[in-house]
């Protein structure tokens, strides 16, 4: 971590990552609570995000080996994922559940411009006898930053949630902190559509927080430096 573009591209990835997974945790439970959804069909909804995901990330990286290039690409994906995550946060119970599977792949295809980006610049930055390490290094702060994505935002979800549940007349053994999918047949249609509203307002400050992280990885991405990625192994080794 001695060298700033490891340093800067670690970081980068680890922002840009905490941003979407530490989100995708709570898409398939509002799934599920405001349109009803069953639990596999709601856990479904995160594969074509996964799939733009690896798609890109694949794409991009076929590109910056070809040329050696590789500055646009994080910036691009700044600003896809800060356009997909703050339209996400317009959600509503006027829209349908493809309005979130749309938003999370174009969330997605913008992490996916910075894969494996931290990867490919840890190696270039790093001596040859360090590799390993260096890479290993990556992968463990990556989970790391998606372990406390998803705790930060669990707890700024389950205020908002239990706030938003707190106003509704729940009918007697289902509790704002005990209702799940199973208790959405004995409620009534008013019920269910404020419970709806309970979790999309939930979601919006989820969704606005990571549209913000978004803004660093993009900072981040403009502050990256520019090393040699094609000869400079082979000089190193040399």
């Keep these: ?3 700033p573009t490891a340093r800067i591209s670690i970081a980068m990835t680890v922002v840009s990552g905490t941003g979407l ?14 349109f009803g959804m069953a639990a596999t ?27 050696g290039r590789y500055r646009p690409y994080p910036i691009t994906g700044g600003v896809v ?12 119970r006027d829209n349908s559940v493809w309005f979130i599977v749309l938003a999370l792949v174009i969330a997605g295809i913008g992490v996916g411009f910075f894969g494996q980006l931290a990867v490919i610049l840890t190696q270039a930055s790093a ?15 990556r989970e790391i930053g998606g372990s406390i994505g998803a705790a930060g935002f669990g707890a700024l979800f389950s205020t908002k949630l239990v706030h938003g549940l707190a106003g509704i007349s729940l009918p007697s053994g289902i509790t704002v902190h005990s209702i799940g999918p199973l208790d959405l047949p004995k409620l009534d249609d008013s019920m269910r ?6 979790y999309f307002g939930a979601m919006h400050p989820v969704f606005q927080t990571s549209a913000a992280i978004n803004v660093l990885a993009l900072m981040l991405a403009v502050a990256l430096p520019t090393v040699v990625l094609k000869t400079h192994l082979a000089e190193e080794v040399a």
């Design 193 to 198: 559509a404020a419970v709806a509203d309970a």
């Design 81 to 92: 994922g800060f356009i997909a995550l703050g339209g996400a946060a317009l959600l509503s």
């Design 127 to 141: 001596p040859p006898e360090q590799l390993g390490g260096a890479t290993s290094l990556v992968a463990i702060i």
């Design 21 to 34: 997974f530490g989100i995708i945790v709570y898409v398939p439970a509002t799934a599920q609570m405001a």
């Design 41 to 67: 069909p709601a856990g479904l909804i995160l594969f074509p995000m996964v799939l733009g995901m690896v798609a890109t990330s694949i794409m991009v990286g076929n590109v910056i080996s070809r040329s």
């Design 1 to 3: 971590l001695g060298n």
